[in-house]
T-cell receptor, first 113, second 114 residues
Framework: DVKVTQSSRYLVKRTGEKVFLECVQD?????MFWYRQDPGLGLRLIYF???????EKGDIPEGYSVSREKKERFSLILESASTNQTSMYLC????????????FGPGTRLTVT | AQSVTQPDIHITVSEGASLELRCNYS??????LFWYVQSPGQGLQLLLK??????LVQGIKGFEAEFKRSQSSFNLRKPSVHWSDAAEYFC????????????FGQGTTLQVKP
């Protein structure tokens, strides 16, 4: 079974802090994704990566950056957390090209106070 | 622009009743279509997917969905709902086979009455 893990289920940070959300997958997937989930808005893509050190902006990249130094790990970074970044963050990884299916981690609920 | 619409934000059905969750998409090419389910406090789990071929696809947990190109729809159905089906359901369209990017609908929350 594919396993996507996220470093924290719940996280509380203060405004202005630098926040790291970690995601690890164990299936040697090339593509990895970070989404944020907000009520009534569904999932919105923040960033994705199609290979080590390769990244591309999604639909809402402002205020976020990412890092992918190893194939199995994809990190989301909030350079200076703000209260409007309070949300559920979901990481996903994808089977090889052509199959499309994404596998999701359990999510990190981040609260910025 | 590509988009996915789930018209029903919240649906309540009685246990044992049939279920249909609606999904409409806007996309110029032949879409890759997905339904995911999210139980409370969990990540998303794939229920089923459509890439090509038979327009009626079967998924896990007794769910099925039908792709109707003329209506740009991909509705999810289940003949008899169980209490454990209470969850949030997301429809998604895949934009590219290379990047794997998905666009998600807003989600439909399903409540099951005993």
């Amino acid at each position: 079974d594919v396993k996507v893990t996220q470093s924290s289920r719940y996280l509380v940070k203060r405004t202005g802090e630098k926040v790291f959300l970690e995601c690890v997958q164990d299936m040697d997937h090339e593509n990895m994704f970070w989404y944020r989930q907000d009520p009534g808005l569904g999932l919105r893509l923040i960033y994705f990566s199609y290979d080590v050190k390769m990244k591309e902006k999604g639909d809402i990249p402002e205020g976020y950056s990412v890092s992918r130094e190893k194939k199995e790990r994809f990190s989301l970074i909030l350079e200076s957390a703000s209260t409007n970044q309070t949300s559920m963050y979901l990481c996903a990884s994808r089977t090889p090209p052509g199959l499309q299916e994404q596998y999701f981690g359990p999510g990190t609920r981040l609260t910025v106070t | 622009a590509q988009s996915v619409t789930q018209p029903d934000i919240h649906i309540t059905v009685s246990e044992g009743a049939s279920l249909e969750l609606r999904c409409n998409y806007s996309y110029g090419a032949t879409p890759y279509l997905f339904w995911y389910v999210q139980s409370p406090g969990q990540g998303l789990q794939l229920l089923l997917k459509y890439f090509s071929g038979d327009t009626l696809v079967q998924g896990i947990k007794g769910f099925e969905a039908e792709f109707k190109r003329s209506q740009s729809s991909f509705n999810l159905r289940k003949p008899s709902v169980h209490w454990s089906d209470a969850a949030e359901y997301f429809c998604a369209v895949g934009l590219s086979s290379n990047t794997g990017k998905l666009i998600f609908g807003q989600g439909t929350t399903l409540q099951v009455k005993p």
